[in-house]
C-alpha cells in the first residue's frame, strides 16, 4: 500500500465541504424553528415570510462576515506568533532550546536522542520556529486566501438552507399548511444531510441522521412553544 | 524566567470563555439584525418580541444542541482514530515506522537522527499510537465532559446576548423606538464586546471594536432593507 493512498483514509473532508456543512447545519435548523415559531403565534404567511428571510440575511451576513473575520484574525495571530518566535529564538534561546528538548522527551526520545535532535533541530532558525509553530503551538499556516472563500461558501450555503424550509410558506395559503410542509420538507432535507455529513466525518450514518433531524425538530417546538406563549400573554 | 510562565504568553483564553465568546458573537447580532429587520415591515413591537423569543430559543438549540452532538462526535472520532492506529501498527507496522520516519525528516532531523528516533518512538506500541495521533493526525485526547459544558455554555452566552437588542422593544412603545435603541444598546455592547473579545486573543482591541460592530450594523441593515422590500411586496 503506498503511503499517500494511506493517508487519505484519514482525510475526512475539503474545507469547502466543511465550509457548506457549518452553513447547512444552521441554515436549515434556525429559519425553520423560527418559521415554526411564528407558525403558532400569527395568522399572516406573508409575516412568516418576512421574518423568516430577515433572519436569513442576518444569519448569512453574521456566519459568513463573522467567519471571514476570524479567518482574518487567523492569519495575523500566526504572523505574530511567527514573529514571536523568530524573537524569542534570538533573545532566550537557551529557553527555546530547552523547551524544543521537552518536546521531544514527551515524545518519547531517550535523552542522547534528544540531545542529538535538539542540535539538528536549532541548527537553523527558520526550520527551528517552523518547529516551534507546529509542534509547540499546534499552529499550521493558514492560507490567506481560504478566509473569503470560506465566508461565501458558509453565508451561500446558510441562505440555501434557511430558504428550503422557509419555501413552503411560499407555497402554502395559511401558516398551518405551512408549518405542516415546511416540517416535513425540512425533516426529510436534516435526515438527509445528517446521512451524508455523518459518512463524510466517518460517523454512524443513520444514527447522525436521526440526531440531525432531532436537534432541528427540538429547536422547533422549543420555538413553537415559546412563540405561542409570548403571543398568548402578549398582543 | 521558567517554562511555565513562558508557555502562558501563548495562551489565548480557556475553553469557556471561547465558548462565551461564540455564543455571545451570534446572539448580538442575529437577533438584534432580524429585531431591526422587523422593525422596518410591522407595525407591532410585540410581533417583533415573539418573532425574537422564538428567534433566541431556536438559535440557542441549535448551537447549544449542535456543539453538543459536534463534542460526542470528536470524542466518537478520537476513539475510531486510536483504534485503527492500533489496528495498523499491529498489521502493517512496516508502514507505519516508514510514516514516523517521514514526520521525523520533515522536521528537520538528519537521516541517523531518524532512524533512532524511530527505533526509540516505536518501542512501545502506546508511545508509538500517541506519537502517530498527535503528530501525523494532529488530534489532541478530546474531554468528553467538554460537549455538556460547552453546549450550556454557547447557549446561555447566545440567549444572554439575543436578550440585550431585544430588550429595547421591551421597553419602548413603538418599533421605531425600539429599533433606535436597540441599536445604540447593541452597537455599545458589540463594541466593547470586541474590544475584550480582540484583547484576549492578542488582537488590536479598537480595530476588533470597530468590525465587531461594522458585522452586526450590516448584518441590521441588510435585514432592515430585506424586510421592507418584502412585507412592501408581500402584503
Given at each position: 500500500m503506498p503511503p499517500v493512498m494511506h493517508a487519505e483514509h484519514h482525510l475526512t473532508s475539503s474545507a469547502m465541504l466543511q465550509d457548506i456543512v457549518i452553513g447547512l447545519s444552521d441554515g436549515l435548523t434556525v429559519p425553520f424553528a423560527l418559521a415554526a415559531g411564528l407558525s403558532g403565534a400569527v395568522q399572516s404567511s406573508g409575516l412568516i415570510i418576512t421574518a423568516g428571510l430577515a433572519e436569513i440575511v442576518a444569519g448569512s451576513i453574521a456566519m459568513g462576515l463573522g467567519g471571514y473575520l476570524a479567518g482574518r484574525t487567523e492569519v495575523d495571530h500566526y504572523s505574530a506568533e511567527v514573529a514571536r518566535e523568530h524573537e524569542e529564538v534570538r533573545t532566550v534561546p537557551d529557553v527555546e532550546r530547552r523547551e524544543v528538548q521537552e518536546l521531544l522527551a514527551e515524545m518519547g526520545l531517550s535523552p542522547a536522542t534528544q540531545a542529538l535532535a535538539v542540535k539538528e533541530l536549532t541548527a537553523d532558525s527558520q526550520q527551528w520556529v517552523r518547529f516551534m509553530m507546529k509542534y509547540e503551538l499546534g499552529l499550521e499556516e493558514p492560507d490567506p486566501k481560504q478566509a473569503p472563500k470560506s465566508a461565501v461558501t458558509i453565508a451561500g450555503a446558510y441562505a440555501v438552507g434557511g430558504l428550503i424550509p422557509l419555501?413552503?410558506?411560499?407555497?402554502?395559503?395559511?401558516?398551518?399548511?405551512?408549518?405542516?410542509?415546511?416540517?416535513?420538507?425540512?425533516?426529510?432535507?436534516?435526515?438527509?444531510?445528517?446521512?451524508?455529513?455523518?459518512?463524510?466525518?466517518?460517523?454512524?450514518?443513520?444514527?447522525?441522521?436521526?440526531?440531525?433531524?432531532?436537534?432541528?425538530?427540538?429547536?422547533?417546538?422549543?420555538?413553537f412553544f415559546v412563540a405561542r406563549l409570548v403571543s398568548g400573554g402578549g398582543h
Open positions: 419555501s413552503a410558506y411560499f407555497l402554502t395559503a395559511t401558516p398551518q399548511a405551512g408549518l405542516l410542509w415546511s416540517g416535513v420538507i425540512t425533516l426529510v432535507c436534516l435526515l438527509v444531510f445528517g446521512y451524508f455529513k455523518s459518512r463524510l466525518t466517518g460517523q454512524a450514518p443513520v444514527l447522525g441522521a436521526l440526531k440531525m433531524a432531532a436537534t432541528g425538530a427540538a429547536a422547533a417546538a422549543a420555538a
